[in-house]
């Protein structure tokens, strides 16, 4: 990607006396390069401040990618135009700063809002059978606790979701971006989460300690839902909460998701809420009652256009979605992020449900 962002757009828009723009691609591979040396082995120190720079190469380098496929298709496209040579130089010289300038542009709006606190994104659900005339629901997900997110932000992060007085949390997982022993004093601050909070894991638990992430968490008194259901509510006013484990489990081997034991013993009668990290999930449920499934794992794409991408593995981006006539999915963008700490078009969120009965 670095080489065809210097051959296609850092080489084409530079003169003779701006050839020094080389050093952007040579700088970016070199810190591409120190970030995958730290995702593999783990031997770079632990800093954030390290690790928010070295992963922002990362991202800078995708979209300067984007913005060089940009240049590179409309610059073939406008060799077809018959144009003037001394016009065809004044306009492309146009071209080249209004492309610097959307590029500067497209990184710092990046920048800015990968760094911002999560807002708040209300949504109202209306559900068949919904036992109770109103049920306000928070949903957090991929916090991704690591490097860069510390305890400051989640004890923000347990203030501002109790300031919304939630008859229910649910953490859809990839909640830790670390092993749990190194992250226990960040994680803390959720045991002051005042609603009855559940967990369900998400592809990072799997990839730091299944075990020790559930542990901790129950620590907490955080309810983590492994293929099991809950059933919320009293007398006739109940409904079914299902968590089902990640799809990573199958490849790994361990805490593989099972829908048959998650609804063991459950009244499908009821109506069934269930969580799942991964939104393609949504695709297998049949024989198994889903109202409502509750997801996350995609972070809305984090930096657009990366969004298309991930459309080819999942079924869902964002948002709510009519899945079937009797099957409503959710998938939020996230709480946190991962890897480069960038946005684009994919803003952070705590998502709150309204759900009401149809």
């Given at each position: 990607m670095n080489i065809y962002i210097w051959r296609r757009f850092l080489r084409l828009i530079s003169h003779a006396k701006v050839h020094y723009l080389i050093i952007i691609p040579i700088l970016l591979m070199a810190g591409d390069g120190f970030f995958i040396l730290d995702i593999a082995t783990g031997v770079i120190p632990d800093s954030p401040a390290l690790y928010f720079i070295s992963s922002s190469f990362v991202g800078v380098t995708f979209m300067l990618f984007v913005v060089a496929i940009v240049y590179d298709l409309s610059i073939t496209v406008s060799k077809r135009v018959p144009v003037d040579q001394s016009r065809r130089r004044t306009l492309k010289l146009i071209f080249d700063v209004t492309m610097l300038v959307a590029a500067i542009?497209?990184?710092?709006r990046g920048f800015s809002q990968?760094?911002?606190?999560?807002?708040?994104?209300?949504?109202?659900?209306?559900?068949?059978?919904?036992?109770?005339?109103?049920?306000n629901l928070v949903q957090l997900t991929d916090v991704h606790v690591g490097r860069t997110i510390k305890r400051d932000f989640i004890e923000r992060l347990v203030a501002e979701t109790n300031q919304l007085n939630p008859d229910m949390v649910v953490i859809t997982g990839d909640l830790v971006d670390l092993p749990v022993s190194r992250i226990e004093y960040d994680l803390f601050p959720l045991k002051d989460l005042k609603a009855p909070t559940y967990f369900i894991l998400g592809n990072h638990e799997y990839f730091h300690g299944v075990g020790e992430a559930v542990a901790y968490i129950r620590e907490l008194g955080i309810i983590p839902l492994l293929n099991?259901?809950?059933?919320?509510?009293?007398g006739e006013q109940q409904f079914n909460l299902v968590g089902l484990n990640d799809i990573t489990g199958i490849r790994t081997g361990f805490y593989p998701p099972d829908k048959d034991k998650a609804f063991a013993g459950a009244d499908q009668d009821k109506c069934c809420i269930v969580l799942a990290h991964q939104p393609r999930m949504i695709t297998e449920m049949d024989g198994c009652r889903c109202d409502l499934m509750l997801s996350g794992h995609t972070h809305g794409g984090q930096i657009f256009p990366f969004g298309l991408l991930v459309m080819a593995a999942q079924p869902y981006l964002a948002?709510?979605?009519?899945?079937?006539?009797?099957?409503?999915?959710?998938?939020?963008?996230?709480?946190g992020y991962w890897g480069p700490p960038l946005r684009f078009l994919a803003p952070s969120e705590i998502s709150q449900l309204i759900i009401q009965p149809t």
């Open positions: 542009a497209y990184l710092l990968g760094v911002k606190f999560p807002g708040l994104n209300r949504v109202q659900v209306r559900l068949k059978d919904f036992p109770l005339e109103r049920f099991e259901h809950v059933v919320i509510g009293e948002g709510l979605h009519s899945h079937t006539p009797e099957q409503q999915i959710f998938v939020s963008r996230g709480t």
